[in-house]
């Protein structure tokens, strides 16, 4: 069938000579397009729009145009004819429902700048997604910084017992983190939301469209202004699932310490986020959390993939970049659960203060803050690190001290500084208590942060919410333009 039948088939939109022939199913994206299939009809809709208020579609041919679309919306994307991809797909499906006229839709615009458009239309949802995931786990994260403010649990350096700190400014820190993969997104966020339609292959056209118009109308932020950059680039898909990777890695730290820490006693997970051995019912098995461990290693090889694809392509479009974006999508989506399931597993996990407290003091954890009250009396600060380092292979108490400052200073302990002083710096209470420096894990120093956190958590979870009534808002007005020709 050639293209100039008006009643469709595998010719309509290539001619029968580049159908593909028996690599047709290597070369076609059809089933993996469904993703973008709701993002091929809006652009669709905007182009036609856009072309009918410039004169160079008529009304009533952009009206039937229009009509199909709905059509194929509500045929669904399984319904839809062979094609080498969704874009063809759903040319040949409004090509045999309106006729030749049918083919006007694509005016003024290639495949190349269609399907960039489609992209970054889906992307943008899918980032929102994620985003929405980094406030919730941030919420979990601070939900339990609250409660948790004055909980002492060990704290450790080279999974040593190091210092002991609280379980909310171990909360605190993560929050910290993944702070900043929020921020991470939203930055690339920016990037994405820019409109590549009307750069046609790659050289622009020769009609008089309205580039501003459709970008708006698809609420777009913007419009990328080269006409070779826009069909070509994908640095926002890379940009964005390096940063995703970047938040898998923060997310594979958290799981690794929940998982320490509930292998140890000191947390345990919901049932939800826990499962048991097939022969041993007496253990229950941390999975949930070892699979978003895992997810680093995907997002990772996500970033890889999709560099090497992109690396050492010429300019304007070549047809590697069809392999390009099955990983953003699988890195978004994997890593999206990821931040969901580890935002649950914190929220459901109880804390065991009474093993925490037990275990804070352990490793002479305390070693730190003796020396640094020997220091505030006076002692130089490493003489003092001498004199806990000998009492620390000696028993690690008051007892010890004493020795040690004999055998380092020639005299007694007391001497420089006051034994109740040394006995509440050996407490774990009282050593987190001490440290209300900036940023530290004294209660004080703890609640500054967690004000800040949730101001940030509130501001970022304001902006999301208003970049996704943006989209809604610009969905629905381009509903409204539709209906004024269907």
């Avoid at 062979?82 to 759903?90: N, P, Q, R, T, Y």
């Avoid at 993944?178 to 339609?197: G, H, K, M």
């Avoid at 009492?391 to 109740?420: F, I």
Wanted: glycine share 8%.
């Amino acid at each position: 069938m050639t293209g100039e039948d008006s009643t469709g088939g595998e010719g309509v939109v290539r001619r029968d000579r580049f159908s593909g022939g028996p690599a047709r199913s290597f070369l076609s994206s059809l089933a993996a397009d469904e993703r973008i299939f709701a993002a091929d009809l809006a652009v669709d809709r905007a182009h036609v729009v856009m072309l009918t208020e410039q004169g160079i579609v008529e009304s009533e041919t952009a009206g039937e145009i229009l009509t199909a679309l709905d059509a194929a919306e509500v045929d669904g994307h399984g319904s839809l004819p062979d094609g080498e991809d969704v874009h063809e797909a759903i040319e040949t499906a409004v090509i045999e429902r309106v006729g030749r006229d049918g083919g006007k839709m694509h005016t003024a615009r290639s495949r190349n700048d269609e399907v960039a458009t489609c992209i970054r239309y889906r992307f943008r949802e899918d980032v929102l997604e994620a985003l929405e995931a980094t406030i919730g786990l941030r919420e979990a994260l601070c939900e339990v910084a609250e409660t948790h403010t004055e909980t002492v649990m060990p704290g450790y350096t080279h999974l040593q017992p190091a210092q002991p700190i609280t379980v909310a400014h171990w909360a605190c820190s993560y929050e910290g983190a993944v702070r900043r993969d929020t921020e991470r997104l939203l930055e690339a966020y920016a990037r994405i939301n820019q409109s590549p339609l009307g750069a046609a292959a790659f050289a622009g056209t020769t009609f008089g469209i309205d580039r501003e118009r459709t970008a708006d109308l698809l609420g777009f932020d913007a419009v990328l202004a080269n006409s070779m950059d826009a069909s070509s680039s994908r640095d926002f898909l890379l940009e964005t699932t390096q940063a995703l990777s970047t938040l898998a890695t923060t997310l594979s730290g958290l799981a690794e310490d929940v998982i320490i820490f509930a292998n140890r006693g000191f947390v345990d997970l919901s049932d939800d986020y826990s499962s048991t051995s097939s022969i041993m019912p007496q253990k229950k098995n941390p999975d949930t959390l070892e699979l978003v461990r895992a997810i680093a290693g995907d997002a990772a090889g996500g970033v890889q993939g999709l560099t090497t694809t992109l690396k050492g392509l010429p300019r304007a479009y070549n047809r590697d970049l069809q392999r390009a974006t099955p990983h953003a999508w699988e890195t978004v989506d994997a890593v999206t659960d990821a931040t969901e399931v580890a935002a649950g597993a914190v929220a459901s996990a109880d804390w065991n203060e009474e093993i925490l407290a037990a275990e804070a003091g352990v490793g002479f954890s305390t070693a730190t803050g003796v020396a640094d009250l020997l220091a505030a009396n006076g002692l130089p600060f490493r003489t003092a690190h001498e004199v806990v380092a000998i009492a620390a292979e000696n028993g690690s108490d008051y007892d010890a001290l004493e020795t040690a400052a004999r055998e380092v200073l020639g005299d007694a302990l007391e001497d420089h500084v006051d034994p109740a002083a040394v006995e509440a710096a050996l407490d774990p209470v009282e050593s987190v208590a001490s440290r209300n420096s900036q940023g530290g894990p004294a209660p004080e120093a703890v609640a500054a942060q967690l004000e800040s956190a949730e101001d940030a958590v509130g501001a970022d979870e304001t902006q999301v919410g208003e970049l996704r009534d943006d989209l809604e808002a610009a969905s629905a007005a381009l509903r409204e333009e539709v209906n004024a020709y269907v």
